[in-house]
């Protein structure tokens, strides 16, 4: 037997954690990359300035979030998919499917898996209450998309990694599509005012700040619109798209009630979810 790094064994000569050893460090590179730009992008063409005040809350959540994680379940999605791999399990494997439609087919499903999640955290109250510390951002930007309590962030790892095994996804397309998430929705928040064109042309094949600013707004009818956090066709496949708030330009962006400073801070955020609306 041969033991990965995280602890999971698989049998001599089967793939296993340790075959992708700078998978953390491949992302986190890439995390800060996007970040960086995004932050750099909101100067060069702002769509609203949003107060940096938010900054520690938003950046400690993500913090929270990632440390999570790497506490409960070290290996991840990734390790899931090494795990299921060295063993033979799930749906694509079974059925023979080869590794250049295996790895397409899960970027797909996956990315359904989180809409679909999404729309039940909307759905569901105990959900929503977790979900709710994400809306309660009073203003967008790039880091919104780190803006996510912990146990949410838990949630929806235990949800991934059960669905990587289930389906036998490729290694590799996990990571891709860990790293293709995590950028596309810092981006999809930022605080970029894309030329009109353009912004047309990108939402045929993403979500982008125009068609994600109206999930943000305060109307609930429009919270409850755009769930998709990268390809933007599930929202019109299940009829849940909407082209743009209804206030146009003047969205109000959050929850009534969550707005003020205090609501910000990384304790209350974190404790958010156990009260009760102002």
């Not at 979900?131 to 203003?139: G, L, M, N, S």
């Not at 949410?152 to 235990?158: D, R, T």
């Not at 999809?188 to 109206?214: D, K, Q, W």
Request: hydrophobic share 55%; with cysteine.
């Amino acid at each position: 037997m041969v033991t990965g790094r995280q602890g999971l064994a698989a049998p001599a000569g089967q793939p296993h954690l340790a075959a992708m050893p700078h998978e953390p460090f491949v992302r986190l590179g890439i995390f800060l990359g996007v970040l960086a730009a995004l932050l750099l992008a909101e100067r060069r063409w702002p769509w609203r300035r949003a107060s940096r005040a938010r900054w520690p809350g938003n950046l400690g959540l993500g913090l929270l979030g990632a440390l999570a994680v790497r506490a409960t379940v070290p290996a991840a999605a990734v390790g899931a998919a090494l795990w299921a791999e060295a063993r033979g399990l799930g749906l694509l494997p079974w059925l023979g499917v080869p590794g250049w439609v295996a790895v397409p087919v899960t970027l797909l499903a996956l990315d359904l898996l989180i809409y679909a999640q999404h729309r039940v955290t909307h759905a569901v109250p105990a959900l929503w209450r977790l979900h709710r510390v994400h809306h309660a951002d009073p203003a967008l930007d790039a880091t919104t998309g780190l803006r996510f309590h912990p146990l949410e962030i838990l949630l929806s790892m235990a949800l991934k990694m059960a669905a990587v095994v289930a389906l036998g996804a490729p290694p590799v397309a996990v990571l891709a599509f860990e790293v293709l998430l995590n950028a596309t929705t810092m981006f999809n928040h930022a605080a970029i005012r894309l030329p009109p064109r353009l912004e047309r042309l990108l939402r045929l094949v993403v979500v982008t700040p125009e068609m994600h600013r109206t999930h943000h707004s305060e109307q609930p009818a429009e919270t409850d619109s755009c769930f998709g956090f990268c390809l933007p066709w599930w929202d019109r496949l299940f009829g849940s798209y909407r082209a743009a708030p209804a206030a146009g330009e003047a969205v109000v962006i959050g929850l009534p009630g969550w707005r003020a400073p205090a609501h910000q801070r990384l304790d209350r955020l974190l404790l958010q979810p156990v009260r009760q609306a102002p």
